[in-house]
């Protein structure tokens, strides 16, 4: 399984990105995907998180300003970001618990590549 995520870039505060991310290989079902961002020196935290069906989660720092989405059909998850502060420079990494096939029940953990999300004041 492959998540291939893209949309990183520069822009200045207040500007507006959006990233996607899109999940291939031997996928039998996804539960949860979701965004997560690491800064230099920092811990990787989580932006926000979409299950298949629930409650939509979002670090406090991003509410009202970032909206996490996903297209089931295509095995994508977005994240549009607004009000763009310097402090969410980071490089972001999206997520997805993957069943594989053959499916056992067993799910699997992956991360995409990162994409850098760079805000200058």
């Known amino acids: 399984v492959l998540l291939q995520a893209s949309g990183g870039g520069l822009v200045q505060a207040g500007g507006s990105l959006r990233l996607s991310c899109a999940a291939s290989g031997s996928i039998s079902s996804i539960s949860a995907m979701g965004w997560y961002r690491q800064a230099p020196g920092k811990e990787r935290e989580l932006v926000a998180d979409i299950p298949t069906s629930g409650r939509i989660t979002y670090a406090d720092s991003v509410k009202g300003r970032f909206t996490i989405s996903r297209d089931n059909a295509k095995n994508s998850v977005y994240l549009q970001m607004n009000s763009l502060k310097p402090e969410d420079s980071a490089v972001y990494y999206c997520?997805?618990?993957?069943?594989?096939?053959?499916?056992?029940?067993?799910?699997?953990?992956?991360w995409g590549q990162g994409t850098q999300v760079t805000v200058s004041s």
């Open positions: 997520n997805a618990i993957v069943a594989v096939v053959p499916d056992t029940g067993r799910m699997y953990n992956y």
